[in-house]
């Protein structure tokens, strides 16, 4: 069982940044994949980015490769999403998910087993 909990949204300027944290708890969380995704009133829940258990590979989705970056810190149990260069159509709740296995990144919402509740992130133009 992993619980997550995301904080570090807010309302920023564009051009501006912010860095997510999405803190596990649970002894198997370093051996989880996670995955940053977010979501839009009325639309689908998307992938944003996502890091192996080990940190050694990180996937993003291509409207954010190049401003986002995902890191973990297994030792703190911690994920991060340093979000830079924010536009206002990066507007959206951001979620963290957790997944055991297969041990891969997944883009797909339904891969993943474990949700955190979201932190809002509002980018003003």
């Known amino acids: 069982q992993v619980q997550l909990v995301e904080s570090g949204g807010g309302l920023v300027q564009a051009g501006g940044s912010l860095r997510l944290s999405c803190a596990a708890s649970?002894?198997?969380?370093?051996?989880?994949?996670i995955g940053w995704f977010r979501q839009v009133p009325g639309k689908e829940r998307e992938f944003v980015a996502g890091?192996?258990?080990?940190?050694?590979?990180?996937y993003s989705s291509d409207s954010v490769r190049g401003r986002f970056t995902i890191s973990r810190d297994n030792a703190k149990n911690t994920v991060y999403l340093q979000m830079n260069s924010l536009k206002p159509e990066d507007t959206a709740v951001y979620y963290c998910?957790?997944?055991?296995?297969?041990?891969?990144?997944?883009?797909?919402?339904?891969?993943?087993?474990?949700w955190g509740q979201g932190t809002q992130v509002t980018v003003s133009s």
């Open positions: 998910a957790a997944r055991s296995s297969p041990a891969l990144v997944s883009p797909i919402v339904g891969q993943y087993n474990y």
């Open positions: 890091i192996t258990w080990s940190g050694g590979s990180t």
């Open positions: 649970g002894r198997t969380f370093s051996r989880n994949v």
